[in-house]
């Protein structure tokens, strides 16, 4: 099945000029009808999808960009794939990490004003 350009951006929830943005910069490549309309197929789907969610990891688009060349070349490419993916996790990681440290400094300002709290109720 294929999907026209305003029919498939329905489907993955992104715009038109998103689409046209990704094809410019690589990140997809519908293919072409006989009209020289976009065709988007099954596979596009799971391919932006993955895009998507490549971009809420917040893996900047020129390294999207580059595992989109890499994914074009073939399996030859996988462990410069798998680099570029264990990088944003170590990224993410890291971030986890400091948000851990403002969790726990939040919730231990929250259990000291919980005892002050408690201290006041008591006197």
């Not at 490549?29 to 391919?47: I, T």
């Not at 070349?73 to 798998?82: A, F, L, V």
Request: no cysteine; aromatic share 8%; proline share 2%.
């Amino acid at each position: 099945m294929s999907y026209e350009i305003g029919e498939f951006a329905k489907k993955v929830n992104l715009t038109i000029d998103t689409l046209r943005y990704y094809e410019k910069e690589g990140l997809i490549k519908p293919q072409r009808a006989k009209n020289g309309h976009r065709q988007f197929l099954e596979s596009d789907l799971k391919w932006v999808e993955f895009i998507k969610r490549l971009k809420l990891t917040g893996m900047p688009i020129k390294d999207i960009k580059k595992y989109a060349e890499l994914r074009r070349k073939g399996n030859s490419t996988i462990d410069e794939r798998m680099l570029l993916l264990g990088n944003q996790q170590k990224l993410l990681l890291g971030q986890q990490t400091e948000i851990q440290s403002h969790l726990d400094f939040l919730a231990q300002k929250i259990k000291m004003y919980q005892n002050m709290k408690n201290d006041l109720n008591k006197s």
